[in-house]
Every structure is written in C-alpha cells, then in structure tokens.
C-alpha cells in the first residue's frame, strides 16, 4: 500500500509537472502563433482588394485613389512578416504542444498562399486591362435622336462650328444614322441605330474621321490631344478641351488617341 500510494504521489507529480512544463513552455509560441495568423489573414484581405481594384474598381470608391502596384507592395509586407512569425511559431512548437502550433500556423501558411494567388492574379488583370475588367456606368445624356439636336447641344457647351457641319457618307455601315464632321474647331460625331452598330463601327468611323482631320491640317491629328467620348450609341472625336464640355454636359466614357 505504502509503495503503490508513492507512486501514484510520484505519477501524479510527473503529471503535474508535465502539465506546468508545456503551460510555461507553450506561452512563448503563443504570441508568434496570433500574430502569424492575424498578419496572414490581412494579407490576404489586401489581395482580396487588390484583385477587386484591378477587375472592378469603383465597386469601392476608395479604392481608386490606390494602384494596384501599391496594394500589392503591401501584401507582399505582409507576407515577409507572417513568414518570419511562422518561422518563429515553428522554433517555439519544439518545446511546446506541437499540434496546437501546427494547427495555427497551418491555418496562417493557407491565408498566405491564397493571398499570393490573389495578388499576382491583380497584377496579371491589371497588365492585361489598363482600365479595368467591370466599368462604371456613366449617364447618357446625350441628345443622339437627330442631328441638329447633336449641333444644338453642341453649341450649348460653348461650342461653335466656324466652318459649318459637313456630312459623311455612313454608305458600308448598316445601324449608322448620322455622320457630322465640323473642321473648326475639328470635331466629329456619329450616332447608331443600335448598341451592336455602335459597338461594330464605332472604331473604324473613328480612323475615318481621323484620316480626314489629317488631310486637313498637316497631320494635326498626330500633334494633338484627341479624345473620344462615347455613350451608349454616339461617339464624338476632338480635342481633350472639348471633350470635357461635352463629357460634363453628356456623359458618356472618354478614350485617349493616339
């Protein structure tokens, strides 16, 4: 009795100090281990709006006023540190409860993984498409039912046509209803019958209009800031200037020439 009562007092002082051992020795692993994880997991939230800046970037207003360059140069920040933290995770588990450490670390090695997959699917999106996947829907207000509402409202923007508004043949491009070219100050409209005819035709009126502005003025099409403001079925080709008057007065979304 007297022998199996020490050992039971023996056990359960191994026990206890078992139990002592990995508390004392599990603390120090602790503080890596949510630190690790919590820097993991905002990596990869920063990825997640990275890839969000690069597909659809007005989805956050905010978000606009940061490249994507930028959100990534943080993620990758973010990522060094929770390795680091990781790593020092990793060293503490030895001489703590493995299982724990393993478990929380693991959890953080997965959040920086999908972060990296995020963020370099940013950067290839954001390569591939300068100005975004999803665009902005911007008002159309543009008064593209006939041609002299076209002129009218062109005026009202403070913009008069010297030398008068000459029309081009649409003849070879079904669904355009107008063609109006102006030489001073240059500029062009088009107008179609359909989305499809806008999105069809759209391009190559744009060169035509642009061959012919070049045959007028020394190539001044290449010397000049040109604009291309569209709406959903009307373009208009000229000058930056001009392009914001008729943007604040249309809407509609503005493409850079040349």
């Known amino acids: 009795m007297h022998r199996t009562g020490a050992a ?17 020795q599990g ?16 990596a990869l939230i920063v990825g997640g709006l990275a890839l969000v800046r690069a597909v659809a970037p007005h989805a956050i207003a905010k978000l606009t006023a940061v490249s994507v360059r930028s959100l990534a140069i943080g993620v990758a ?10 790593v020092m995770a990793r060293v503490a588990s030895r001489r703590g409860n493995r299982v724990s450490v393993r478990g929380t670390a693991g959890g953080a090695i997965v959040a920086v993984v ?15 498409f300068k100005d975004s996947i999803v665009k902005p829907s911007s008002p159309d207000k543009s008064p593209a039912q006939s041609a002299q509402n076209m002129q009218q409202s062109v005026e009202e923007a403070g913009i008069y046509c010297e030398s008068g508004w000459s029309e081009l043949s649409s003849q070879g491009y079904p669904g ?7 030489l001073k100050p240059r500029i ?8 499809f005819a806008a999105d069809m035709y759209r391009a190559p009126l744009r060169y035509k209009i642009a061959e012919m ?3 007028q003025a020394n190539s001044t099409i290449s010397k000049g800031d040109w604009r291309l403001l569209s709406g959903k079925r009307w373009s ?3 000058y930056r200037t001009i392009i914001d008057k008729l943007q604040k007065q249309w809407g509609g979304t503005v493409e850079k020439i040349g």
């Open 236 to 238: 208009v080709f000229s």
């Open 213 to 215: 502005f070049d045959e």
């Open 176 to 182: 355009v209803t107008d063609v109006e070219i102006c």
């Open 188 to 195: 062009a409209y088009v107008t179609f019958d359909n989305e």
């Open 114 to 128: 999908f972060a990296i997959m995020l963020t370099v699917a940013a950067l290839l999106i954001s390569n591939l």
């Open 77 to 86: 920040v973010l990522i060094v540190v929770a390795i680091i933290l990781i």
């Open 8 to 24: 039971m007092h023996e056990s359960s002082y191994k026990a206890g100090s078992g139990r002592r051992y990995q508390a004392g």
């Open 27 to 42: 603390r120090p692993g602790r503080v890596p281990r949510i630190l690790a994880t919590v820097v993991a997991v905002i």
